[in-house]
């Protein structure tokens, strides 16, 4: 069994438990050809997302029978190409859907009431009589627009009721139990012209790649607060950056972006309306436990020739 980066200790311990583990603890990821000659012989693989399992490192790996990873997205693995090998490829949904929302629904929240800002505002000692910050926005009363209706969208929209917001969301059709969510379906032109804050949780698929750009950002509000909490490439970048810098929208808040890691000078960084956060939607130590536990047990699974927890390809 190939691990290819660091997981949560007591999933680990299961996985040595029961298999020959081989671990790649540096912080870098490995090059595909190291990878590759670790490959060889390996019948499962503990995949990170920031590695992208391909027809080329499928090749590499003759004996494998079996891929998992701690994460729901998986825009990093070719499902066709494990299928066609016949692997099965176990993501890890449902067990961070409470823990995403949190921290999707904290972002909105911080950003709308720049608790970041005042925060910077305390420890800089500017925290004097009279002292000027500038004024947040309240959630109550608002439209909030889910993009990408899945498990974390529902659970945002249940915290976004709680605060008094109206929600409306987009997918790629209505979830049967739109009436049970309380939430409005619309299209995404209405979505992006209807909303004070727009959550994004889509997966990023061919089609979704770059689905917010300069039009979509030209059609916001100038008062609306965007909040990516799903794949960086989702949006363009530098189409993000100048509806930031020309008012074209209010505020951003992500915990996603493209590229990731953001170099610690990329110009989005400077700018005074957006706040970003280094992809934790689902950092916690128990979720995060809760995910490779899930991730090693379809990885046992696999290896046992059964049927896994949370297949994507079953
Ligand atoms: C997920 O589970 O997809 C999170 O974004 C972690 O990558």
């Not at 249940?158 to 139990?177: C, E, F, H, L, T």
Request: hydrophobic share 45%.
């Amino acid at each position: 069994m190939i691990i290819t980066g660091r997981i949560m200790p007591p999933a680990l311990a299961a996985l040595q438990e029961q298999c020959e583990v081989q671990q790649w603890n540096q912080a870098v990821a490995p090059q595909v050809s190291q990878l590759a000659e670790w490959l060889k012989d390996a019948e499962g693989l503990f995949v990170s997302t920031n590695i992208a399992v391909n027809e080329e490192l499928l090749a590499a790996a003759p004996k494998l029978r079996v891929i998992a990873q701690s994460a729901v997205g998986y825009d990093n693995i070719d499902i066709q190409a494990c299928t066609n090998r016949k692997i099965p490829f176990g993501n890890t949904p449902g067990v961070l859907v409470e823990t995403t929302a949190d921290l999707a629904f904290g972002l909105l929240l911080t950003a709308a009431r720049r608790i970041h800002e005042g925060w910077d505002w305390v420890r800089a000692g500017k925290w004097q009589p009279g002292f000027q910050l500038p004024l947040g926005v309240d959630l109550f009363g608002k439209t909030l627009g889910v993009v990408g209706m899945g498990a974390i969208g529902a659970a945002v929209a249940r915290r976004a009721q709680a605060s008094g917001m109206k929600v409306i969301y987009n997918n790629r059709r209505p979830r049967p139990d739109q009436a049970a969510l309380n939430a409005e379906y619309c299209s995404f032109e209405n979505l992006l012209t209807e909303s004070d804050f727009i959550v994004v949780l889509t997966p990023l698929t061919p089609e979704s790649r770059g689905m917010f750009g300069a039009k979509e950002f030209a059609r916001m509000k100038t008062t609306a607060y965007f909040i990516n909490a799903a794949r960086g490439a989702v949006v363009d970048t530098q189409a993000l950056y100048t509806a930031l810098i020309e008012g074209q929208i209010a505020y951003a808040a992500l915990d996603v972006t493209d590229p990731e890691p953001l170099p610690a000078d990329h110009p989005l960084i400077k700018l005074p309306n957006i706040l970003i956060a280094p992809h934790i939607g689902s950092a916690t130590t128990e979720t995060r436990n809760r995910m490779a536990l899930l991730a090693a047990e379809n990885l046992l699974l696999g290896l046992a020739g059964k049927p896994l927890i949370t297949c994507v390809n079953p």
